[in-house]
Structures are given as C-alpha cells and as structure tokens.
C-alpha cells in the first residue's frame, strides 16, 4: 500500500515558544508547508508587529533542511486588536486569520472573549478583507455538560454571528461532533479543520481502561457517534474540509498531575495517524484532499507542486515515543503505534 500526495499543510498548530519551539517546530516544519501557528502564547499576539516578531522566532528556530515550511501567522480576537494594525498586517502579509477563543475554554485562553458578539465591528473588517475568522467553539458556561458545549456554542454564539456576517468566512477549529459537521452543511461561508486525534479516538479511548492524560485536550475527544461523522466528513473528499493538527505540546510534568493541561503533540505522526484513518475507511483515495489541496483552496494558496510518499509496511519499524527540550521537559509523541506502519518520504 503506497499512496503520493502533494506536500500537506497543518492549517492549526501550536508551536509554542523558547525551548518548546526549538524542540517543536522541526517535526511541523519538515513534514509540512503551511502551518497556521496560533496566537495563544502566554503573552497572546494581538498585533501585526508581534505577528511578525514571532514569525521571525520560528523561522529562526526552523531547520535548514526544511525549506519549503512556511509559518502563517493569526491574530489573538481580543479588545486589543487594532482594526488599522489589522488591516495593515493584512496588506503586508503578516497576518493570514484572527483566532476567537472563548475566555478560559483552553490552553492560554484568558484574553479571550466573554461573547462574540462583542466583536462585530473585528469580524466586519474580516469580512471586507477577505481574511477568515477561526473559531474555538466550546462553550464555558459551567452549567452545559463537558461534552455538550460545542453544540451550545455553535448554536448561542456562531449560529447567531454567522447569520448576521454571511459574508464572513469562517474556519470551525478541530470539529469534534455531529454538530459541528452539520454547522458547517449548513453554510457556504463555513468549513472546517479536524485533529488526527479527532479522527482516531473517541472518549472510551480516553476513559474507559485508566484515563489518558495523553488522550486529554479542548474540545475533548467526543463520542464514537460523533467521531464517525468526522471521519465520514474528513474521508468523504468534500472541500470544506481538511487538516489542522491542533498539535500542542504540554511536557509530562503538566500532564501527568491531578489536573492534566488540554493538547495533543501530534506533529511528529499526525499524517501517519491520519492515514491509517483513511486506509480503514477505504477512502486513501481522498487522502490528497484532505491533507493537501482543500485548505489550501480555502486560503487561497496553491496546493504544494512538492510531494510525499506514505508506505503502509507490514513490518513495524522502531519510532520514537518522545522528546525532551532542552530545558528539560519530556513530550508524549501522539500516534507512535501507528507510525510503526508507515514510511513517510520525502520526494
Ligand atoms: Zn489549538
């Protein structure tokens, strides 16, 4: 089973900072070209110039044999953005999308916003420039089950902006249920990024035989009902959606704890992991779609003329399981027991 593909891109990825992103950005930069790095560092980047200031700190974190990889930067939607800075960072280039985060939903995420709706005027110059918004959907309200919120946020909070903006493009992050599938049926001016981990794992996988800190991330890993709609989507070639990652590193000390910090690292095998998905659906025909040529249509960028060869073996070839930065931190590589089965080259 050999399968080419153009170069994939990662529409969502975390690559943190400092010691993290020298230990990180080499997994994201060799195996991918566009990667659309978040915003939500401890200090989130609200400002062109601190777009560009961070870019410059990937690139020169990035390996040199890597020269195809090229960091994408968002703004974090905070009361601090600018709307002239915004527009500015559009026209150089700085800035490809602004990032909504509900305050305290995830990862660094008390900038965040209480409610969209507080940021019309933000999502209306979008809109006029043409940039996209993406969108964390999960509700805080404390009173909305854990595995209820994105629901109960698309349907208080995105359903109602997005009527009101239907020119606004909207990318829903690492869908993770039925409904967001649906959402995103529903409206022209939606699409969607899903996880590896989305794909491959559903909540028992997380709970039920000794919980999974390594499993544990924002939205959390939903149902097998909901991860079966994610795979039909992702696996069905359709082009409103395709891969981002959201891999995000935590090291071992924040997750095995008695309150383990949301993210998965899946830089390292994503692709393997996304792979073998769609090898089991019988869909590696869709693969080029989803992991290459549909985000990039969405962003308006050309598909890689590069490519890169999956081999599914039958032999299972040692693999790493983690890493350690050099400040010390040990990181879980997500999906190492299905990278054994597959040989990712380079052409
Ligand atoms: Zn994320």
Redesign the pocket.
């Given at each position: 089973m050999k399968i080419e593909i153009p170069t994939p891109d990662d529409w969502?990825?975390?690559l943190r900072d400092d010691a993290m992103l020298d230990a990180v950005v080499g997994y994201t930069a060799r195996r991918f070209r566009y990667a659309m790095v978040?915003p939500?560092l401890a200090a989130p980047i609200t400002s062109s110039t601190d777009a560009a200031a961070y870019r410059d700190r990937i690139v020169a974190a990035a390996p040199a044999d890597a020269p195809d990889f090229r960091p994408v930067m968002t703004l974090y939607c905070s009361p601090l953005v600018d709307l002239d800075d915004l527009r500015r960072g559009v026209a150089e280039g700085v800035v490809k999308a602004v990032k909504y985060y509900p305050a305290g939903a995830?990862?660094n995420s008390e900038a965040g916003g209480a409610s969209m709706s507080d940021f019309l005027d933000l999502f209306e110059t979008l809109a006029e420039l043409d940039v996209r918004l993406l969108v964390?959907a999960e509700s805080t309200d404390p009173a909305i089950d854990i595995f209820d919120r994105e629901a109960a946020f698309i349907e208080r909070e995105l359903i109602p902006v997005s009527d009101r903006l239907p020119e606004l493009g909207i990318t829903l992050?690492?869908v993770s249920t039925r409904a967001g599938v649906a959402f995103v049926d529903e409206r022209s001016q939606a699409a969607a990024t899903v996880t590896p981990h989305h794909l491959a794992q559903e909540r028992s996988d997380l709970l039920a035989d000794g919980m999974r800190p390594d499993l544990y991330c924002?939205p959390v890993i939903n149902s097998a009902d909901d991860r079966d709609a994610l795979i039909a989507a992702a696996t069905s070639g359709r082009a409103d959606f395709f891969l981002?990652t959201?891999s995000?590193p935590h090291p071992t000390t924040a997750k095995y704890g008695p309150k383990a910090k949301a993210?998965v690292f899946n830089a390292a095998y994503g692709l393997e992991v996304v792979a073998e998905v769609f090898h089991q659906a019988g869909a590696l025909e869709n693969l080029a779609a989803f992991t290459s040529t549909n985000g990039a249509s969405v962003y308006d960028v050309e598909a890689s003329t590069n490519s890169v060869t999956l081999e599914r073996t039958e032999i299972d070839a040692d693999v790493a399981t983690t890493f350690t930065t050099k400040a010390g931190d040990e990181v879980v590589l997500f999906g190492a027991d299905v990278a054994t089965r597959w040989r990712v080259t380079n052409d």
């Open positions: 969502h990825v975390h978040m939500n995830t990862t964390h992050e690492h924002k981002g959201d995000a993210g």
